[in-house]
DNA sequence: GGCGGCTTCTGGATCGTTCCAACGTGAGGA
DNA sequence: TCCTCACGTTGGAACGATCCAGAAGCCGCC
């Protein structure tokens, strides 16, 4: 049943239902939000008026009278031209419908000035939303520590890697677990000789995925000197730094920090007409739309985004709860979607 | 200046504003809305004490008044996996950022049930958005005719293809147009046997791709019969149509209604030896970023994205705005971005 | 029957903004 | 001097929900 039939354009208010009703606003209203309250037989006349009516609740007053908005703002960053990357894609409609479920909705916001803080402070201020969700934890990022000051409900998709000691909740994918993964996917098919191509010593999520093929292959007394390359995110850079390896290491399959490196990797490979998944193996990171319809398909680690997704409104929910109730950080774990590129 | 330094939790108020700079507050919130009105004088007085105080108007009191909520409904349409179609991505970056110039902003949400309806009734019933765009305008779906029997403002991303009456706001790019160039394209290439891989018939969109490969072809007495095929938009699909007109035909060029589809054919290319630009060639629709990394890269006809969340934004403030305004559908033209796949 | 104690329900106040009608002020004309 | 008129400014009311304190109804117990 919906109000649209009726002659009014205004949708009916809590008024209207307790007049139907023949009960008070209050008790529609707690029939709305505490049932419980109610003796059921009249809480089955509110609930019919309620229907007959076609009420919901305007947004609007009660977002003033109880100060909050269930909103999350989310800025929403683009993925790159020309990069592999489009992860957002798989998160954000999880976590649409994940925070739906909770009563809150996402708000989308972007950066238009330079300013990484851009954004932020105005939906704070406006009370625009009730919390954020932040994505973007690359080193130096002031975010954290500015929402934090600002005493915002937020949590982040990454570890504060700058900031061991930072206190805000957080949901992030153990990349080394994912690139060891990898690296001993490739070993028990024979490979002893897998290179590394990485993202330059200052990003830490770069780092951190190195680690985890550094340690698979010290665990099998493999050397790693030599192996391993760092470069710009780019299909261009991976096709250079595979293409030198490829010269001065001669290994026999390579275990990339993105899809956008791996697809480099493809491309020197089939620059010197070497088959790749027969010849050499490639293995990259993310599971893009990339990786997936390539001919042969890449094989990719593969972020668990819907459960990331999943903990970090559950996270919220626990921060927007009275009192707040914060958990530690999540640590979830990435799996591997084999394809033709490694064999 | 912020308010967070000081010590009362509470952001600041008309009210507080209007005390600070010893006027009403009525004087204040014409200050922000019509500054016209007020005296230059005044004005600045008020001015100096929004910025000292870091008044921000708090959105739901505003929203509660004006009766509008300043958001835009999108509902958010995951890409499939194994598909190359991420072109949401691009789209709603600068859909959020025109709007929000614009003070609007985007709230997403997506259908839990099957529905196509769900989600549009609960905000709007709530008034948590003023309007809507919407983008899956495929075959059938009852969306318009419903927002419009609703009297609910809404932009459509899509022609309305099964109502040639409907009487909304449209943007929409010319698909035929796209693929009209993409055959062009190849025909001065030198190409004479150009093949059709699209969907099936029952797609309004895939017969409009469809229609400007033919186009261009009849232009120059070239067959079209035999070369065609339509099928579903996956990879293997696009694979197995490729094989047989392979087979039976003997193009020497492919026109896709999807990066998919291409990507399908490029499969079959591989499957059979043949290098992808020198012997045969093939072009894609949407230019993923699949069609960007591929090796070699995959000619794509690119639709104006940016150009498109633009003029929805262009048709909204129209359609909100007193009285409303509504313009004629707005049809944009394609580009194509050529790539190794074409030579 | 009267009275505390519990549940259920009520009316008024409130959130922060904008709409509305009315008010004070100063310039200009009679 | 007084009146008109336009401009700039003001206080009260309203938007539709929730919070709060208190009233009404109902129960059993003395």
Redesign the pocket.
């Known amino acids: 049943m919906s109000w649209s039939g009726r002659l009014s354009l ?9 007049e139907r009703a ?9 029939a ?3 049932p ?8 089955a006349r509110v609930q019919d008026a309620i229907n007959e009516l076609g ?4 947004r ?3 977002n ?4 909050a908005s269930h909103m999350i703002g989310l800025k929403f960053n683009p993925a790159q031209e020309g990069t592999a990357n489009a992860a957002m894609d798989r998160f954000v409609h999880t976590l649409v419908e994940t925070s739906g479920e909770s009563g809150y909705h996402i708000l989308l916001f972007s950066d238009t000035t330079d300013d990484p803080l851009g954004g932020y402070d105005d939906l704070l201020r406006s ?1 625009a939303v009730d919390a954020f969700i932040v994505t973007d934890t690359y080193l130096g990022n002031p975010q954290a520590a500015w929402l934090t000051a600002q005493r915002a409900p937020f949590v982040a998709f990454g570890r504060p890697w700058d900031n061991p000691r930072a206190s805000h909740a957080w949901v992030d994918v153990d990349g080394a677990a994912g690139t060891e993964l990898a690296t001993r996917h490739l070993l028990d098919k024979g490979h002893t000789r897998i290179a590394w191509i990485g993202w330059r010593k200052d990003s830490f999520i770069g780092e951190d995925r190195r680690s985890g093929w550094a340690r698979a292959m010290h665990e099998r007394d493999l050397p790693t000197t030599g192996l391993a390359s760092r470069v710009e995110d780019t299909v261009a850079s991976g096709r250079d730094a595979a293409s030198a390896l490829l010269d001065e290491a001669h290994p026999s399959a390579f275990v990339c920090a993105s899809d956008t490196l791996a697809m480099g990797v493809l491309h020197a490979l089939g620059d010197r007409g070497i088959y790749w998944g027969k010849d050499v193996a490639v293995v990259g990171f993310d599971d893009s739309q990339v990786a997936q319809v390539v001919p042969g398909g890449l094989t990719s680690v593969r972020q668990p985004l819907e459960q990331v997704a999943v903990e970090l409104v559950k996270a919220l929910e626990g921060l927007l709860s009275t009192p707040p109730v914060m958990g530690p950080g999540v640590l979830l774990s990435p799996t591997l979607a084999v394809r033709m590129s490694s064999g």
Chains 1, 2 share one sequence.
């Open positions: 205004a949708p009916p208010t809590l008024a209207d239902v307790a023949g009960v008070s606003r209050q008790t529609v209203s707690n709305v939000n505490n419980e309250l109610l003796r059921p037989d009249t809480l009420y919901l609740p305007n609007a007053a009660r003033l009278r109880t100060r009370t």
